[in-house]
């Protein structure tokens, strides 16, 4: 198997980072670090590693200053499980999930993963099934599906919902073997337009201007992540969509809050005024859902020449489920990790990751594939989209390797995580939360703003100065 560094080489060289700059990380930290067959604390490590060294080179392009930067796998893959260590006002995080999410058993004997944490999610479920919204009854309803009938039936009445698959299952179908002719992440060139001139700021991405319109985990991770390294990010949500608020403050830290309702006029010209003079527009919205509404990478391209265009998918943006809803839960049920992991620790059933490795991880290659474009943007000229999706994240984990008795290691315990954690203030109360584990030696990783609830800043850019 390859080892953190020569993995973190592969995805570095796929963003087109120079060999050289290699020797500014440092990785340290052995697996296994969490329970798991496979290699989630490696994926952890390098993906944040990316992002941060993508973040040294941009320094370095800034100010011709070198720097190093350190990630440990303990943190990286603490951090990787952030929602769970935050506190607010010493209060752990609430239920994560919905009372009737989960797993349940079909007709044919398969298994089949529920996502019913927003309420449309789970009133749509009812509505398939025609039951009440308690385990037992649809437990009930679902013995009279068969899983992949349940699955086509329930995507079409707008559920979110999984088939749990072996790989090979998985990789028999049509999506996967689109998703095996794409790489990890890719980043084209989609407009003309001259460099910009980088803003005055002594940190990697002081006054980049970010707008990160995201929510649940791995885009609010990207946009956190630039945050750290000092872009001036707005998170644009809709008063009328629904969030999970633990999420939302764990996510939040470093970031203006700010509404937009993107199905109204005023809120989609609030939207353009902003995306006129942003550097990186990062979304995560299901594909096309924001074409349709003008801001498309192309339509942001024409409004904001220069732009860096992020993309995050469930399933990938080609093949016939590139327009799927989905979230990290219920891509490792249809991929077939929970298949392999339950097979791996003698379970007749589904067995989860012990972190949402695929979220998480994704989140830091949508951060380093922003970083990576914007430097090509200084340097080149020209629009640039990167996209990234969690089935592509979870190729690369599979494909990484498995770990011998991986799931008999003892998992992370509390004297571990205490010295990761930070306090801050915040929008919500006092908070303790885990630092970034992206260790820079010149420009330390750091949250100039603090969380606060949605929409709690006006759509509006702080000053700009340009060298």
């Known amino acids: 198997m390859q080892t953190p560094r020569e993995i973190l080489a592969d995805v570095w ?9 290699l020797d500014d990380v440092k990785l340290t930290g052995v697996e296994p670090i969490l329970p798991s067959s496979f290699r989630v604390a490696a994926a952890a490590q390098v993906s944040v590693a990316a992002a941060g060294l993508a973040a040294t080179q941009i320094r370095k392009l800034r100010s011709g200053e070198s720097q190093t930067v350190s990630v440990d796998m303990l943190h ?43 309420p449309h999610h789970r009133d749509n479920v009812c509505k398939v099934l025609g039951c009440k919204p308690e385990r037992d009854d649809v437990q009930r309803a679902l013995m009279d599906w068969e899983a992949e009938k349940f699955e086509t039936a329930a995507y079409t009445g707008g559920c979110v919902v999984s088939t749990m698959r072996s790989h090979d299952e998985w990789m028999a179908t049509p999506q996967a073997q689109e998703i095996a002719k794409l790489p990890l992440l890719t980043i084209e060139k989609i407009g003309e337009a001259d460099p910009k001139p980088w803003p005055k700021g002594d940190r990697p991405l002081s006054g980049v201007r970010v707008l990160d319109l995201s929510r649940v985990i791995a885009g609010p991770v990207a946009g956190r992540t630039l945050a750290a390294h000092g872009a001036d990010v707005m998170l ?20 203006l809050s700010a509404f937009a309702d993107l199905k109204t006029a005023q809120g989609r010209d609030t939207l353009r005024h902003l995306l006129a003079s942003a550097d990186i527009f990062s979304q995560g919205y299901r594909p096309q859902s924001l074409a349709d509404l003008g801001f498309s990478p192309e339509d942001a391209a024409r409004i904001s020449p220069g732009i860096v265009y992020v993309s995050l998918s469930a399933y990938g943006h080609k ?3 590139a327009g799927r809803r989905g979230f990290d839960s219920l891509v490792q049920t249809s991929t077939g990790f929970n298949h392999a992991e339950g097979k791996a620790a003698g379970l007749d059933g589904p067995k989860e990751l012990p972190a949402q490795m695929l979220d998480h991880a994704t989140g830091y290659l949508m951060a380093f594939g922003a970083m990576m474009a914007k430097a090509r943007q200084a340097r080149e000229g020209g629009s640039w989209h990167a996209r990234v999706s969690l089935a592509q994240t979870g190729r690369w984990l599979w494909n990484l390797g498995r770990i011998e008795n991986g799931l008999s290691s003892s998992d992370i315990n509390g004297d571990d995580v205490r010295p990761l954690l930070e306090h801050a203030a ?40 340009v060298n």
């Open 76 to 118: 990286a893959s603490v951090e990787c499980r952030s929602e769970r260590y935050l506190r607010v006002e010493d209060k752990p995080p609430p239920p994560a999930w919905d009372a009737i999410a989960g797993v349940y058993k079909t007709s044919d004997g398969r298994f089949v993963r529920l996502h019913t944490n927003f």
């Open 426 to 465: 915040s929008g919500f109360g006092a908070m303790i939360a885990v630092r970034h584990s992206a260790i820079m030696s010149k420009t330390p990783a750091r949250w100039a703003r603090p969380a606060v609830p949605l929409g709690s800043n006006r759509a509006l850019w702080p000053s700009l100065e």
């Open 319 to 321: 093949g016939p489920w």
């Open 236 to 255: 644009i949500a809709s008063p009328n969509l629904p969030t999970i608020p633990w999420l939302v403050i764990d996510t939040g830290r470093g970031k």
């Open 13 to 21: 060289s796929l963003g087109g980072g120079a060999p050289s700059a």
